[in-house]
């Protein structure tokens, strides 16, 4: 089975641009989560969804970043107006289940750089 | 306010070595800690886990302990190989209903031939 496929891998784009990053999750996920991941603060999680609803958004930084899932084989994350600070590796991941020690599968990240 | 916190930056270890990773963390909740590694350029990919009603959890080359007194965890690889080199992330979920990962910020490991 294809993992959590994330598109763009890379993005460059100039201060002030809209920003929207794709994934897919794995199939059968009832979870998907967006992490961000910076040198200062690590992997922060910024917003994840259950059955396509999301239950917590307080990770995401502020209103220029919006996320949405569609449906259960897509979601996308984006911010508008892009600055510099939010240059970072933009994770993707899923997951099956509530139950403890349920294991998160991440995707290989988008990576943006706004100059 | 960091609940998970990896101390060490980095570390770097001789190939045939034990390499130790360090994790604290403040959330007496916390009742499931994972390690994650990642390689340059791909995401994070879960390595082991270990709940809180244990102390020690073994696969391989990989032992994971945790000492609830303390609120610490660690990695031990032994022996480390030069594959192993990447980012550690020590992550930890607390026990009622669904909860988040919540991340360290990891810690860099070279093992060198």
């Known amino acids: 089975d294809a993992g959590v496929i994330q598109s763009p891998r890379h993005e460059v784009t100039e201060m002030g641009q809209e920003v929207t990053l794709r994934c897919k999750p794995i199939?059968?996920?009832?979870?998907l989560f967006w992490y961000r991941q910076t040198m200062m603060r690590g992997l922060e999680l910024l917003i994840y969804?259950?059955?396509?609803?999301?239950?917590?958004d307080s990770g995401m930084p502020e209103d220029r970043f919006s996320a949405k899932m569609p449906n259960a084989s897509f979601s996308t994350l984006k911010i508008q107006p892009s600055e510099p600070r939010d240059s970072a590796v933009y994770f993707c991941?899923?997951?099956?289940?509530?139950?403890?020690?349920?294991?998160?599968?991440f995707g290989e990240g988008s990576w943006l750089t706004v100059v | 306010d960091q609940q998970v916190k990896q101390n060490s930056p980095s570390l770097s270890v001789q190939e045939g070595r034990i390499s130790i990773l360090n994790c604290d963390y403040t959330?007496?909740?916390?009742?499931?800690f994972l390690w994650y590694k990642k390689y340059p350029a791909e995401g994070p990919t879960f390595l082991i886990s270990i709940s809180s009603i244990k102390d020690k959890n073994e696969d391989g080359r990989f032992t994971v302990f945790l000492n609830k007194s303390a609120k610490h965890l660690s990695l031990h690889i032994v022996p480390s190989q030069p594959g192993d080199s990447a980012v550690y992330f020590c992550a930890a979920r607390s026990g009622t209903g669904y909860s988040t990962l919540t991340f360290g910020k990891g810690t860099m490991l070279l093992v060198s031939p």
């Open positions: 959330n007496s909740m916390f009742d499931y």
């Open positions: 199939s059968g996920h009832d979870y």
């Open positions: 991941a899923s997951s099956f289940g509530a139950t403890g020690g349920n294991t998160i599968y």
């Open positions: 969804f259950n059955n396509n609803v999301p239950i917590d």
